[in-house]
């Protein structure tokens, strides 16, 4: 059976951890913002994922955005963002941990890593 949206969705709701900054009330923005994040951890166990989401400063001119992932067997990731608007804070952190984890999964699995022989 497939993933769906509302399943990553609940897997990034139930490990989203709001820190530093944010309220309850803006986890169903920031799960709906993070889905795609939800499609690269759907490869890890949910109960080995931790998500935390803090900021520090907001609304001010050096407001920071701080996203760590912490999976079993891995050292945590971290990305951060200095953007002012907060929604291009939040797609930063998003993309930039998006990548780290491919990274991570290029790493654990070198095969998908070649470049393919004709």
């Known amino acids: 059976m497939a993933d769906t949206g509302d399943e990553q969705a609940?897997?990034?709701?139930?490990?989203?951890?709001?820190?530093?900054?944010?309220?309850?009330?803006?986890?169903?923005?920031?799960?709906?913002?993070?889905?795609?994040?939800?499609?690269?951890?759907?490869?890890?166990?949910p109960d080995s994922v931790d998500l935390r989401l803090s900021i520090k400063n907001r609304g001010r001119a050096e407001q920071k955005v701080t996203l760590e992932c912490r999976l079993a067997g891995v050292e945590p990731l971290v990305a951060t963002s200095t953007e002012p608007e907060l929604s291009s804070a939040l797609t930063e952190v998003r993309e930039d941990l998006i990548q780290q984890l491919d990274k991570l999964k290029t790493r654990r699995d070198p095969r998908h890593d070649r470049p393919h022989r004709p």
């Open 10 to 45: 609940d897997v990034l709701s139930e490990r989203l951890t709001l820190g530093t900054g944010f309220t309850e009330d803006e986890r169903p923005e920031i799960v709906e913002r993070f889905t795609a994040l939800g499609k690269r951890l759907r490869s890890h166990p």
